[in-house]
């Protein structure tokens, strides 16, 4: 059995991982104020209601 392998992207311009629990981003949330801020695919569901109150742009990330 392989345990998890740890693919190691080739080039990966970008690696952001989430703000609230560290794993990778799979979004990102441009804040009306300039503010980016970096969610996984969880915390961009439980905070994307508020975000878009907010005024937030949500981006996906590849
Ligand atoms: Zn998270």
Redesign the pocket.
């Given at each position: 059995m392989n345990a998890t392998t740890t693919a190691t992207a080739p080039q990966q311009a970008v690696r952001v991982?989430?703000?609230?629990?560290?794993?990778r981003?799979l979004s990102l949330a441009i804040l009306p104020d300039g503010g980016e801020l970096a969610?996984?695919?969880?915390?961009?569901r439980?905070h994307h209601d508020g975000l878009a109150a907010a005024g937030a742009q949500l981006i996906p990330l590849p």
């Open positions: 991982n989430c703000d609230r629990c560290g794993v981003a969610f996984c695919g969880h915390h961009g439980a």
